[in-house]
């Protein structure tokens, strides 16, 4: 009786981590060992768990600094998917071809260095374990699209997938059921606010709003150990903008440190190319569109403070104007104009739309 208690209370957010840890990895000491998770993989296993526990469906969307293993641990989890849940149909997407064999190696490790070499058959980009099945892809292609009822899905860097359609199209075929279990993942580093960036800042947006099913998930740098020096020394010639962001975030001098050498190395020496790669918070991700006049290091004390307002667009009814609300609208009110005030309408048309649709 106790022994079948005990069982009844493993839950399977425990059963998976279990296989995923047994799940071998590349580490980048060029060893391969069990997978152990690192802390942005921990926050991600804990935002799903919940609804792994239960069955619920799994929707998130993870904004991340570059590097902190979400692909690696995704893979696994789909991998592990595959093994626990008979008749599974997974696909993984990623933006390029190049990406696409990244993870395919990975995908592949997992398999040929464990036991589950056993159980699964591999030919070209796709495992297949008894009835269930994991598929790799670029986005775009015809393979990327040709699993018409899927259980999970991985959409990888979507921020600079080349068209926009691809990841409506993987999306349509996952179970629209509320009690029916599955589950997706898009990912990405941000790239911009416009062009083939537009299609993750847009999905991120609204999912921050709380609209749709997708969960938001934030992964900023410096909450990770892996970014910081171990020279905790104070910087020399420290500028102002390095004071009031060390200031704003309570970093160490290890991880501004880290931060001044990843900028020069990796940056192109442009604070706004780490805030891109390596954000903070959500809004120094998506920075780099556009030419503002205030840098985000500027602004980022004020975003605390900052007022919502309200999303809608403007409708004629009769003679008159009014404003109506639409989490899709284009114009955001943070202040209703007051009767008997004059008010000038001005509008910045740089990097605008040209694609008729305003």
Same mark, same amino acid.
């Given at each position: 009786?106790?022994?079948?208690?005990?069982?009844?209370?493993?839950?399977?957010?425990?059963?998976?981590?279990?296989?995923?840890?047994?799940?071998?990895?590349?580490?980048?000491?060029?060893?391969?060992?069990?997978?152990?998770?690192?802390?942005?993989?921990?926050?991600?296993?804990?935002?799903?768990?919940?609804?792994?526990?239960?069955?619920?469906?799994?929707?998130?969307?993870?904004?991340?600094?570059?590097?902190?293993?979400?692909?690696?641990?995704?893979?696994?989890?789909?991998?592990?998917?595959?093994?626990?849940?008979?008749?599974?149909?997974?696909?993984?997407?990623?933006?390029? #071809?190049?990406?696409? %064999?990244?993870?395919?190696?990975?995908? !592949? @490790?997992?398999?040929?260095?464990? *036991? +589950?070499?056993?159980?699964?058959?591999?030919?070209?980009?796709?495992?297949?374990?008894?009835?269930?099945?994991?598929?790799?892809?670029?986005?775009?292609?015809?393979?990327?699209?040709?699993?018409?009822?899927?259980?999970?899905?991985?959409?990888?860097?979507?921020?600079?997938?080349?068209?926009?359609?691809?990841?409506?199209?993987?999306?349509?075929?996952?179970?629209?059921?509320?009690?029916?279990?599955?589950?997706?993942?898009?990912?990405?580093?941000?790239?911009?606010?416009?062009?083939?960036? #537009?299609?993750?800042? %847009?999905?991120?947006?609204?999912?921050? !709003? @709380?609209?749709?099913?997708?969960? *938001? +998930?934030?992964?900023?740098?410096?909450?990770?150990?892996?970014?910081?020096?171990?020279?905790?020394?104070?910087?020399?010639?420290?500028?102002?903008?390095?004071?009031?962001?060390?200031?704003?975030?309570?970093?160490?001098?290890?991880?501004?440190?880290?931060?001044?050498?990843?900028?020069?190395?990796?940056?192109?020496?442009?604070?706004?190319?780490?805030?891109?790669?390596?954000?903070?918070?959500?809004?120094?991700?998506?920075?780099?569109?556009?030419?503002?006049?205030?840098?985000?290091?500027?602004?980022?004390?004020? %975003?605390?403070?900052?007022?919502?307002? !309200?999303?809608?667009?403007?409708?004629?009814?009769?003679?008159?104007?009014?404003?109506?609300?639409?989490?899709?609208?284009?114009?955001?009110?943070?202040?209703?104009?007051?009767?008997?005030?004059?008010?000038?309408?001005?509008?910045?048309?740089?990097?605008?739309?040209?694609?008729?649709?305003?």
């Amino acid at each position: 009786m106790a022994s079948t208690a005990a069982r009844a209370a493993v839950r399977p957010s425990m059963v998976y981590r279990r296989l995923m840890e047994r799940l071998p990895v590349r580490t980048p000491r060029r060893t391969v060992v069990p997978m152990r998770f690192n802390e942005a993989q921990e926050a991600l296993h804990a935002s799903i768990a919940p609804d792994l526990d239960v069955g619920r469906p799994i929707r998130r969307i993870v904004l991340k600094a570059r590097r902190l293993g979400m692909s690696t641990w995704i893979e696994n989890f789909l991998t592990c998917l595959c093994v626990l849940q008979n008749y599974s149909q997974v696909m993984v997407v990623a933006h390029e #071809a190049p990406a696409t %064999e990244r993870i395919w190696q990975m995908s !592949r @490790g997992f398999v040929e260095g464990s *036991p +589950l070499r056993a159980i699964a058959r591999i030919t070209g980009h796709r495992i297949q374990f008894r009835h269930s099945a994991i598929e790799l892809a670029a986005a775009g292609s015809p393979n990327a699209t040709r699993g018409a009822d899927l259980t999970a899905c991985h959409l990888s860097e979507v921020a600079y997938w080349k068209q926009s359609a691809a990841m409506l199209a993987i999306l349509q075929c996952l179970p629209r059921e509320e009690d029916v279990f599955s589950a997706a993942f898009i990912e990405s580093t941000a790239n911009g606010m416009t062009d083939d960036g #537009a299609l993750f800042y %847009e999905e991120w947006q609204k999912a921050a !709003r @709380g609209e749709g099913s997708f969960v *938001p +998930l934030f992964l900023p740098w410096h909450l990770f150990p892996q970014y910081t020096s171990r020279d905790e020394r104070p910087l020399d010639n420290v500028t102002t903008e390095e004071t009031q962001y060390q200031q704003d975030l309570g970093l160490t001098w290890g991880q501004m440190r880290w931060r001044r050498r990843v900028i020069v190395d990796e940056c192109q020496d442009s604070p706004d190319k780490f805030n891109q790669e390596y954000p903070a918070t959500p809004e120094m991700a998506f920075i780099m569109s556009g030419l503002p006049f205030f840098s985000v290091q500027d602004l980022l004390w004020f %975003e605390p403070h900052v007022q919502r307002g !309200r999303r809608g667009r403007l409708v004629e009814r009769g003679a008159r104007v009014v404003f109506q609300d639409d989490s899709a609208g284009l114009l955001t009110v943070f202040r209703a104009p007051e009767p008997g005030h004059e008010y000038i309408v001005g509008a910045d048309s740089a990097m605008g739309y040209n694609d008729g649709r305003h």
